[in-house]
């Protein structure tokens, strides 16, 4: 079955170093998605990408950057992590541009202390 | 700018009763529209998505969800809650740049049931 998984689903690191989320989706979208989710903020989108080296910078991009080398992939860097950066990161895909309904990964937890 | 209100950051009912979660969506032109869940730990699930057509919407889980443009609304419904509905909400609009769509999400209500 087609899936979309992030790795790790848990990290620690700290202050300053450079950290990458890695996305990887077996649908065969185009549309690839890293969010941000911190309590009474809800969803908030840090980098797209519309195709393979297309990307593009979300509402809270500062301090991250994103490559689409490939259609399954879509890692997220960390340039120097800092302490606001703790969060749960997801990330989705979605095929088409109808934004039919996005499919979701596990999301995963980073703590930077 | 688009953007999307859920004004109940925390909902508690008993099982078996009726839930209405709200949501109010900002946007220019006619919007597509979701609903999300996402249990503890979990990534987020579709339960249901508008785009156009009969306003009233069925999703997975026996929940239902009407679109009411007059009030820019989008609220989710259920008429018999069960436990394993506990979980926390994202009402989301599409946002439309240079002819894609992103998703643009509410802050999420948090439903809690009682037994």
């Known amino acids: 079955d087609a899936e979309i998984t992030q790795s790790p689903r848990h990290k620690i690191t700290e202050t300053g170093r450079q950290v990458t989320l890695a996305c990887h989706q077996t649908?065969?979208?185009?549309?690839m998605f890293w969010y941000r989710q911190d309590l009474g903020h809800g969803l908030r989108l840090i980098h797209y990408?519309?195709?393979?080296?297309?990307?593009n910078k979300g509402e809270v991009s500062d301090g991250y950057s994103v490559s689409r080398s490939n259609t399954e992939d879509l890692p997220l860097t960390l340039e120097s992590a800092a302490s606001s950066q703790t969060s749960v990161y997801f990330c989705?895909?979605?095929?088409?541009?109808?934004?039919?309904?996005?499919?979701f990964g596990s999301g995963t937890r980073l703590t930077v202390v | 700018a688009q953007s999307v209100t859920q004004p109940d950051i925390h909902i508690t009912v008993s099982e078996g009763a009726s839930l209405e979660l709200r949501c109010n969506y900002s946007?220019?032109?006619?919007?597509?529209l979701f609903w999300y869940v996402q249990s503890p730990g979990q990534g987020l699930q579709l339960l249901l998505k508008?785009?156009?057509?009969?306003?009233l919407v069925q999703g997975i889980k026996g929940f239902e969800a009407e679109f009411k443009r007059s009030q820019s609304s989008f609220n989710l419904r259920k008429p018999s809650v069960h436990w394993s509905d506990a979980a926390e909400y994202f009402c989301?609009?599409?946002?439309?740049?240079?002819?894609?769509?992103?998703?643009?999400f509410g802050a999420g209500t948090r439903l809690a049931v009682h037994p």
């Open positions: 508008y785009f156009s057509g009969d306003t």
């Open positions: 946007y220019g032109a006619t919007p597509y």
């Open positions: 989301a609009v599409g946002a439309f740049s240079g002819g894609y769509n992103k998703l643009i």
């Open positions: 989705a895909s979605s095929a088409g541009r109808s934004g039919g309904g996005y499919t």
């Open positions: 990408s519309y195709g393979v080296q297309d990307t």
């Open positions: 649908w065969n979208h185009n549309n």
